[in-house]
């Protein structure tokens, strides 16, 4: 199960946070910041899995963003490594190429793409042209 | 309009914070906005509520509080329009969480949009509930998503199946209620629905059991007839990822059947062929492919056995450790650490792979190859490994020598086949990384040194030559000057050289130079100084020659600041100027180090705690000659480090002795199989455990040879033939041995009467002499069993003096009575009987185990015999 979703830049600005387990604002931010410590420094030479608390970080680094995903020590890491590749592909899809304003300015929509990605901490739908047809049907009724 | 709301569109409220240039400018805007909405709020303005919550989204993305906004997304959430709706709901998952009362509130507005005619509503209010919902609320609305699970729409289905299993882990009672609709998901065509369906049957199996029979009954060839589809289905643009239709669904589907197929034979029996479908199959140049593999040795592995299986997912992995991706390498090597237990056979073939991955520049992938070689020793390999594990020490990083070091350490004391190469390994590593040895370490290498009588010269000269090289490694330095103390000489006289050796010649003076320089470096420390002084005071008397300069040296710490080398100093210049005539018995050779001793006092005091019911017993010299100088018996007290008991008493001594003697595992070859401390404990205990490794033979600590000269007369010594009796190897020498006896516990007196019945067995038998045991039990004590052993003489002379002791691990208690007579006459014509009586306090769970030992005199000659007795009937 996913327990979290961050993506954050290299200053460690949070772009998205999506929690799937209940934290305290206070362990939130403290769970961001190192995150993004563990994260920011690895060498790209190394794994994409690191071991976090009792859990690990699954990460991959996408221009200046960090996509980290937060999982159970048993689950299958290539697996979400290849989820976190899907999400990319679909906000790209979606936003047009997009870049880390994007996601500032359009942060709601972003949740909204997520939420037909993933819910309740697994994933929900594996086709991109699938989640793109829903956001448009979504959007027309907004 | 509000006359505090600076910003139209919440669009110019982001480019507004991020024009600012400090933190202090931003917390301006950001509350100057929080008052607005908050302003707007108590109006409760209708038109930019949906606004004002995105606003209040943004700032609490910032990181800044917004606990007012609460309300306003259940105002939100009620409104009937969809745009509110959907940002009310998206403020939901955001600002709250299920630990909040507030949440409470909103169950009755989820229920109803839960039964809203818009297929779209109903995905917002399930996607918030299986987001967030807390167990009551997930208990309320458990009977509508029951019924979502079958709407028309997909969408809704497979929303509402991730619903579930939110509602099923928070309320894992309820699991029962979805048994059926979720086994209806499974038939799906859809991916989405069929993804999260099978993924609410993996979780539903882990919560409750009823629900994994069931799927384990009626579900698994479905499963496997949709895996196989799709593994056989052609392109499909939709789902397709690197070449593979929905790699996903393949891991989902995977791991249900590998909870499915845990732990049943049958279930496990109907996935093999799609297993080995997938694992040959599928492509591995890519990602994706290569996580199904993954996914796919894992369930390999999780299932029950299947030979053929197995071996392709352990050359999966092989495949796996060879690739160029650290990735998947981290991910095999992981893999093969669960595999190692089920088939180390298979995973041998790989070693060399994983040697290299010790290599590897990544510290995690360097750290599980390690342990992995670690698991992979055994007797064949070891000087390969080991040798491949040393020469990368030399070269590895810094923080990595520690854990390096200290395995290579491990594994030359377990597995080491003869002690000169422990030598040559220990020396290496010590050379190398001495500082990351532990001191348990060289002195376990030190007792090896001693008990190889045979390489002392070849160890002392190796050393000199390490030294020359590293004279930096302390603990090196700690060895080398020790073992030059000792054996100086043979390091002058060339002694005991091997053929191995290159020829050299060193001076005393050079032996002198070495310790000397070790001494005046100062960034040694106490401890190595400490020893350069002893092993200066040995050289003076072993080098005559160089005595006096030897002195200047020692004189020269007499003013030493540190107290302990000023005293030394000071004693030592007193023993080498005015007491000659006793230098060199004090400084004679030490004696040899008992092996199984360090290994039983290394393992923890166990001496000192267990002999208590034993009574006290004198103090029996171990053969260790207490010389006059404490220094000296410093150096030898190796346990003052480790355990808190030191001297332990001599008859404790003795009984570990034993105590070590008995287990099988205690040695291999020549050295013994170290582990860590309670190991060691549990293992000296337990009789009859097959060794980890095939031992060659249980080294028999009573046996003359090995140079324990010291220890066996001393056991001659005790037993005492005037006083056959108490021959329980409780060394006395005079009346203590009365106490011992009644200090035995709780020995009940013999039985006359026999219990059971057991047929008696002939407990020993050599070439000259024939034991033959018979029992009797007490009914009512089934834990004492007496024991009459019968004497038979199988040799055409007498034996005078006949003596039999015994000993037994510390779970049994041994009493015995004296014999009927000393003297066997010849051929068997008569025997001698002798009673014991054996207190088993493990009964039902070990069986009696007996080392015997038997000494007698035969045309004028001593002869020891003595022997293991295993093969006691069972249930004594």
């Known amino acids: 199960m996913i327990r979290f979703i961050l993506l954050q830049n290299r200053q460690g600005k949070t772009r998205l946070a999506k929690y799937y387990t209940p934290l305290e604002e206070s362990e939130k931010h403290k769970v961001e910041y190192e995150v993004h410590r563990l994260v920011v420094n690895r060498d790209p030479k190394f794994t994409n899995f690191v071991e976090f608390r009792t859990h690990k970080v699954i990460y991959r680094r996408y221009a200046g963003l960090f996509f980290s995903l937060c999982v159970d020590i048993t689950d299958n890491e290539l697996a979400y490594l290849e989820s976190i590749h899907l999400f990319v592909e679909i906000l790209d899809h979606f936003f047009s190429n997009v870049c880390e304003l994007d996601l500032v300015f359009n942060f709601h929509k972003v949740y909204l793409i997520l939420d037909e990605f993933i819910l309740a901490g697994e994933l929900q739908e594996t086709s991109k042209k699938a989640i793109i047809e829903r956001m448009g049907e979504l959007e027309k009724l907004d | 309009m509000n006359e505090f709301q600076n910003h139209n569109n919440f669009m110019d409220m982001i480019r507004a914070i991020r024009a600012c240039k400090t933190a202090a400018e931003e917390r301006a805007v950001v509350r100057k906005e929080c008052a607005s909405i908050r302003a707007a709020i108590s109006e409760n303005d209708q ?14 993305m910032l990181g800044y509080p917004t606990h007012f906004g609460q309300m306003e997304c259940l105002k939100l959430i009620a409104s009937p329009g969809f745009p509110e709706k959907r940002i009310g709901y998206l403020g939901l998952m955001l600002l709250l969480d299920e630990r909040q009362e507030v949440l409470m509130l909103v169950t009755n507005s989820i229920k109803q949009d839960l039964n809203h005619t818009n297929q779209y509503i109903v995905g917002l209010a399930l996607c918030a509930l299986g987001n967030i919902c807390s167990a009551e609320m997930a208990r309320d609305l458990a009977p509508e998503v029951e019924r979502l699970l079958q709407f028309r729409d997909p969408n809704v289905r497979k929303k509402a199946a991730l619903c579930t299993i939110r509602i099923i882990k928070k309320v894992p009672d309820l699991a029962e209620n979805f048994i059926n609709p979720a086994a209806a998901l499974l038939k799906e065509k859809h991916h989405g629905v069929l993804l999260t369906g099978v993924q609410l049957c993996t979780d539903m199996c882990k919560v409750s059991t009823e629900a994994l029979e069931y799927f384990r009954q009626k579900c698994i060839d479905g499963l496997v007839k949709v895996l196989k589809d799709l593994a056989n289905s052609p392109y499909a643009p939709e789902y397709d990822v690197s070449g593979i239709a929905d790699p996903f669904l393949h891991i989902r589907l995977l791991r249900l059947l590998r909870m499915l197929g845990q732990g049943d034979a049958e279930a496990s029996d109907t996935m093999n062929d799609i297993l080995a479908q997938v694992a040959t199959k599928t492509e591995s140049n890519k990602n994706a492919g290569n996580a199904i593999l993954y996914e796919c040795v894992a369930t390999i592995m999780s299932i029950e056995e299947n030979g053929g299986l197995r071996v392709l997912a352990v050359n999966i992995l092989g495949r796996f450790l060879s690739s160029r991706d650290n990735n998947i390498r981290y991910v095999a090597l992981n893999m093969l650490m669960k595999a190692i237990s089920l088939d180390s056979q298979a995973v041998q073939r790989h070693r060399a792979t994983i040697l290299e991955c010790v290599k590897d520049s990544d510290a995690s992938i360097r750290k599980r190859a390690l342990e992995l070689v670690y698991l992979l020793v055994n007797e064949s390999n070891v000087k390969s490994l080991t040798k491949e594990l040393v020469d990368y020490l030399e070269i590895s990083d810094p923080e990595f020598k520690g854990d390096l070091t200290a395995k290579i350490c491990s594994i030359v004391e377990k597995f080491s086949p003869e002690k000169i190469w422990y030598i040559d390994q220990m020396l290496k590593v010590l050379s190398e990384a001495g500082n990351n040895v532990k001191d348990e370490v060289w002195h376990a290498l030190i007792v090896v040194i001693t008990n190889a009588s045979n390489l002392h010269g070849y160890t002392v000269r190796l050393l000199y030559k390490y030294v020359q090289a590293a004279g930096e490694q302390e603990t090196l330095i700690r060895v080398a000057v020790w073992c030059i103390g000792e054996y100086g000489e043979m390091l002058v006289a060339n002694a005991g050289v091997l053929d191995i050796e290159d020829p050299m010649t060193i001076t005393e003076a050079d032996a002198v130079d070495v310790v000397e320089t070790a001494i005046k470096r100062h960034s040694l420390d106490l401890t190595t100084r400490a020893m350069c002084l002893i092993a200066l005071l040995k050289l003076s008397s072993r080098f005559p020659s160089c005595s006096k300069r030897i002195n200047d040296i020692i004189l020269h710490h007499k003013g030493s600041f540190v107290l302990e080398l000023q005293q030394r100093a000071i004693e030592f210049n007193s023993i080498i ?30 001496p000192a705690a267990v002999s208590t019911s034993h009574g006290a017993a004198p103090k029996v010299p171990n053969g260790v000659v207490k010389p006059a100088s404490a220094p000296l018996v410093d150096l030898l007290d190796l346990s003052s480090d480790d355990t808190p008991a030191p001297s332990s008493s001599g008859g404790d001594f003795l009984q570990d002795l034993l105590g070590v003697d008995l287990s099988p595992a205690s040695s291999q070859g020549t050295n013994q199989a170290q582990k860590s401390g309670t190991d060691v404990l549990l293992d000296l205990l337990s009789i009859g455990t097959p060794p980890a490794q095939s031992s060659s033979s249980t080294l028999d600590m009573l046996s003359p040879s090995q140079g324990n000269k010291k220890s066996v007369d001393m056991l001659n010594d005790l037993a005492s033939p005037s006083a056959p009796s108490a021959q329980a190897f409780s060394p006395a020498k005079n009346s203590p041995m009365m106490d011992l006896l009644d200090g035995f516990g709780p020995s009940p007196p013999a039985p006359e009467t026999n219990g059971s019945t057991y047929p008696s067995v002939v407990a020993f038998e050599s070439t000259s002499l024939k034991i033959t045991f018979s029992f009797s039990k007490d009914p009512g004590n089934p834990q004492t069993t007496s024991i009459e052993a019968q004497f038979a003489n199988k040799s055409p002379n007498i034996y005078s003096n006949f003596v039999f002791q015994s000993a037994v691990p510390k779970f049994l208690q041994l009493h015995l009575d004296p014999a009927s007579s000393n003297t066997l006459p010849a051929s068997g014509t008569g025997s001698i009987t002798q009673k014991l009586r054996v207190s088993n306090s493990q009964h039902g769970k070990k069986s009696l185990v007996m080392r015997i030992r038997i000494s007698y005199k035969v045309n004028e000659k001593d002869v020891l015999e ?11």
Do not use: C, W
């Open chain 2, 577 to 606: 100027e005015k007491h000659e005539k006793i230098r060199s018995a004090l400084v004679e050779r030490m004696p040899v180090l008992d092996e199984a001793t360090f290994s039983g006092r290394r393992a923890g005091s166990i």
């Open chain 2, 866 to 876: 003595e022997g293991q007795i295993n093969n006691f009937p069972r249930g004594l």
């Open chain 2, 47 to 60: 038109d930019y509520r949906h606004r004002n919550l995105a606003k209040l989204m943004f700032i609490h």
